[in-house]
């Protein structure tokens, strides 16, 4: 059993909450890029969420996580003090960093919470760093002094412009690179669409770009293959290969559509009358 220890929701609009876990084995082999699988309870399903900060001397896992579905829906209810069933890890390879002097790192909506403990590790090297975070909205905005303190800049903006500016994440890398800012590699982090978009942003300048890819996935070591995406035209797990892989070589459009696989299913599934209490379930 593991102990939630700190709750915390990040946005107004109360999608993506912060757990500290305590878990003093995951917490001592945790590092940036790494995920862990969480189970509620022994009914419950395998659900993978991205590491997003450690304390090895308090044996705390910090993860940072948006109400997308059911599982994850449960765990916000969850309260400090409650414990849950599973936390394993940590998993998947960590971010690559030797040599890196100049690096962007970017985050789409929930991305920068898995964006912000890889940025803030480069920062604490000496890497200098430019964070760039893009938002649905103000009411979904996330860590900004977070970010603004684990990087060199922070350069933010919203869809729909009702906070810092009105662009995408796209739009502001390729300002950068069009002024002439020269970046030994680009990280993204957020929804296959972005990463897409992004990948093609530096394709032209011949940056490395590396894309932390979340498909959908069940035990978490190579053996189911449901986390199976295509790079370079070979067959890679996210979960042992991964999920970093080099945005220029990843069959994005393979990768969204088995992302939306089970979309009818959850839709379905929100619609679900119980027979006992007479109310619908929520998947998030």
């Known amino acids: 059993m593991f102990k939630i220890v700190k709750k915390r929701f990040l946005n107004d609009a109360k999608t993506i909450c912060l757990f500290e876990i305590e878990a003093p084995l995951v917490a001592k082999h945790a590092q940036a890029g790494q995920f862990v699988i969480f189970r509620l309870d022994e009914q419950g399903e395998r659900t993978p969420v991205s590491v997003a900060g450690w304390d090895r001397e308090k044996g705390t896992v910090t993860v940072m996580v948006q109400n997308a579905g059911h599982s994850t829906a449960m765990l916000h209810t969850v309260e400090e003090g409650d414990y849950i069933t599973d936390f394993v890890g940590p998993l998947g390879k960590a971010t690559e960093m030797e040599g890196l002097k100049k690096v962007a790192v970017v985050g789409g909506g929930v991305g920068c919470a898995i964006a912000y403990p890889i940025a803030k590790e480069m920062h604490e090297r000496g890497i200098e760093v430019d964070m760039i975070a893009g938002f649905r909205s103000k009411d979904f905005v996330i860590l900004e002094d977070e970010m603004k303190a684990a990087s060199t800049n922070l350069i933010m903006g919203t869809d729909d412009g009702s906070y810092a500016r009105k662009a ?16 030994d590699r680009v990280i993204a982090i957020g929804p296959g669409l972005m990463m897409k978009f992004l990948a093609e942003v530096t394709r032209p300048y011949g940056i490395p770009t590396i894309v932390s890819l979340n498909p959908i996935m069940v035990d978490g070591t190579g053996m189911c293959g449901c986390c199976r995406v295509m790079v370079g035209g070979e067959t890679k797990f996210a979960c042992v290969d991964g999920p970093d892989f080099d945005a ?7 990768l969204i ?5 089970y979309n009818d299913f959850e839709q379905e599934a929100n619609k679900h009358i119980c027979k006992m209490t007479g109310g619908t379930r929520s998947n998030g």
């Not at 220029?248 to 393979?254: C, E, G, R, T």
């Open 248 to 254: 220029h070589q990843v069959d994005f459009d393979l």
């Open 257 to 261: 559509k088995r992302g939306a696989f």
């Open 168 to 183: 995408f994440t796209t739009e502001l890398l390729k300002e950068q690179l069009e002024a002439g800012v020269k970046y």
